[in-house]
């Protein structure tokens, strides 16, 4: 008799631990997708996420003016090297076009960023961009960004998208390289077509 109940208790805790174990992965998946929420309300009390309301005032009306201002103010004595990163936390294709660039301080640039949703679904995705070092991103300034918007892909579609920028003249003496860095994720709760229209103009 002692064997079956050894065998009616094994099965027993086989089920705590299955059950256990089901609750901690769908804990795990829900934390994954409230990671960009999180990212944004932690980004946004610390003023350090680059989604800033300056940046979306210019992305909005003063991109022009302000293009002017860099060129005229372009400093020739000095060379910033710029990397460009991509980190894709998905089923995605996410990449620069180029790994880095030269600019001067001023003088307005422009890299081209690719995207391909490789899943047979349609996904709402957005890139979360970063900066190293950390005192770069007050004198990094982009014109146009599809980090501005979230977008909508359908299965297997592909884009390029640009970032224009330029480094203020501002930037510390010590600085001669700044890394830019955008993650994609995609976007939790979204429906197909509920993105937002993909970029053909300026953003």
């Known amino acids: 008799m002692a064997l079956p109940n050894m065998l009616v208790r094994l099965h027993s805790d086989n ?13 795990m998946f829900g934390f994954g997708y409230a990671l960009v929420p999180m990212y944004r309300t932690i980004c946004d009390a610390l003023g350090i996420n680059v989604l800033s309301v300056s940046e979306r005032v210019t992305s909005a009306g003063l991109a022009a003016g302000t293009a002017r201002k860099a060129n005229s ?5 000095r060379t910033i090297t710029i990397e460009f ?18 600019v001067h301080p001023g003088e307005m640039a422009t890299v081209m960023y690719e995207f391909r949703n490789v899943q047979n679904r349609t996904m709402a995705a957005q890139a979360i961009p970063s900066y190293a070092p950390m005192q770069a991103s ?24 640009p970032v224009v920028f330029y480094v203020d003249a501002k930037l510390p003496k010590d600085v001669t390289t700044i890394t830019l860095s955008y993650t994609f994720f995609e976007v939790a709760g979204k429906l197909a077509g509920q993105g937002a229209a993909l970029p053909g103009k300026r953003i």
């Open 15 to 27: 089920r705590r631990m299955l059950g256990k174990l089901g609750v901690i992965a769908l804990a």
């Open 73 to 77: 103010q372009i400093d020739t004595s």
């Open 85 to 102: 990163d991509a980190n894709a936390h998905g089923p995605w294709e996410f990449k620069p076009a180029v790994n880095s660039m030269q």
């Open 138 to 161: 007050a004198h990094f300034n982009k014109l146009e960004c599809f980090c501005f918007n979230e977008y909508t892909l359908k299965p297997g579609e592909s884009k390029s998208w």
